[in-house]
């Protein structure tokens, strides 16, 4: 059986390792980013990191949540919502967003940031009453068993 809760902090290296697992392999992600990267771990690193400092910067103003079994994190959503203000470059440059600079390069980065924002705009201008799903991820060892579906519907 899986326990839903509210994330706090402590959860945020997790819920980042979580997210870097289940995206690194997007290609959009994988397009962006892995070019300036000799091995796969030091992307994974960055992916990681990456997420993170997205996590930070979105989790004071919106919902994250995480899913548990036996006391480990397997799950987690992070979730906007329509009536908060949107993170703004100073959030990301709190929770950490200048160490993404290296070694991808500033306008890696902002472009990265302006396109999740133009998908979020998106969504905002079509459904603004609508909550939007930034992050949904599940671990690799329980993909497959509805656990997303699951956590999205209770």
């Not at 771990?41 to 910067?57: G, P, Q, T």
Request: aromatic share 12%; charged share 25%; proline share 3%.
């Amino acid at each position: 059986m899986i326990d839903y809760r509210e994330a706090n902090a402590k959860d945020f290296n997790r819920i980042a390792k979580l997210s870097a697992q289940s995206f690194e392999n997007y290609p959009y992600f994988d397009c962006t980013f892995r070019h300036a990267f000799k091995d796969d771990d030091s992307y994974s690193a960055y992916m990681e990191k990456l997420h993170r400092v997205n996590i930070k910067a979105n989790a004071a103003q919106n919902k994250c949540f995480v899913g548990t079994k036996d006391g480990k994190i397997v799950s987690a959503a992070l979730l906007q919502d329509p009536t908060t203000k949107k993170a703004t470059v100073e959030d990301y440059v709190k929770a950490g967003g200048l160490s993404l600079v290296f070694p991808v390069g500033f306008s890696k980065i902002l472009n990265f940031f302006h396109f999740s924002e133009d998908a979020r705009a998106d969504c905002d201008q079509k459904h603004p009453s609508a909550w939007y799903l930034e992050v949904l991820a599940v671990d690799d060892s329980m993909k497959g068993r509805g656990l997303g579906s699951s956590m999205l519907q209770d």
